[in-house]
């Protein structure tokens, strides 16, 4: 298994451009969630997903949106980029929330610069 | 929204030493993690430990749910152990969202 990967690793904006950021797993896992962060700082919630079709906000949404059109992709987008959203964005999935199944297993980050 | 607390936020210790790292919640969890975040900001998973006691080489973690800490103890520190080490929960029960502490950063010297 790859596990959770991420695409791209770095990627610079300029203000007002769009982008998405890609996150996919090959674990069958049906949660994901879309984290960032920023320096010196643990990670913050942006969106996370349930399942295929269920998606939801976390701590800090604004400026983003997702969507799960399949259960091994969940990508994260940037509509309108500004320099407040230059951070380390993190992909995470686990199996569920009962029990161990509430692991979440990260993927490798992405790096975004926004100018 | 749950707080968490790590201590002590920085450490630097010499090379064999011995430390203990801690995690204070403010409410009930249903999930607790220690993830070691390395120089090159890869999060790697050490505990999934929301109670009890696990030891994985020359780590170890203990959560004690009923008062709301979590101790994460690393022997024989090598230079490999330094980076960034954070305490994660999720209190929510409904679906799997971390709420990440502050994190405690350690350096290992030789």
């Not at chain 2, 749910?65 to 209190?91: H, K, N, P």
Request: proline share 4%.
């Amino acid at each position: 298994n790859a596990g959770v990967t991420q695409t791209p690793k770095f990627q610079v904006l300029k203000t007002g451009q769009s982008m998405t950021l890609q996150c996919a797993q090959d674990m069958n896992h049906e949660y994901m969630s879309w984290y960032r962060q920023d320096p010196g700082m643990g990670l913050r919630l942006i969106h996370y997903s349930v399942g295929a079709g269920i998606t939801d906000q976390g701590e800090v949404p604004n400026g983003y949106n997702v969507s799960r059109s399949t259960t091994e992709d969940f990508p994260l987008r940037l509509l309108s980029a500004a320099p407040s959203q230059t951070s380390v964005y993190f992909c995470a999935s686990s199996r569920g929330y009962v029990g161990s199944y509430n692991e979440q297993f990260f993927g490798p980050g992405t790096r975004l610069t926004v100018l | 929204g749950i707080q968490v607390e790590q201590s002590p936020p920085d450490l630097i210790l010499q090379e064999g030493a011995n430390s203990t790292l801690r995690c204070n919640f403010s409410d009930s969890v249903n999930n607790l993690q220690w993830f070691h975040q390395n120089p090159w900001g890869q999060l790697i998973n050490l505990f999934y430990i929301p109670s009890g006691t696990k030891q994985n080489g020359r780590l170890s973690a203990t959560t004690v749910a009923t008062e709301r800490y979590s101790l994460l103890y690393i022997s024989s520190s090598q230079t490999t152990d330094s980076g960034v080490y954070f305490c994660a929960v999720d209190a929510t029960g409904t679906a799997s969202k971390l709420t990440f502490g502050t994190g405690t950063r350690l350096q290992v010297t030789l």
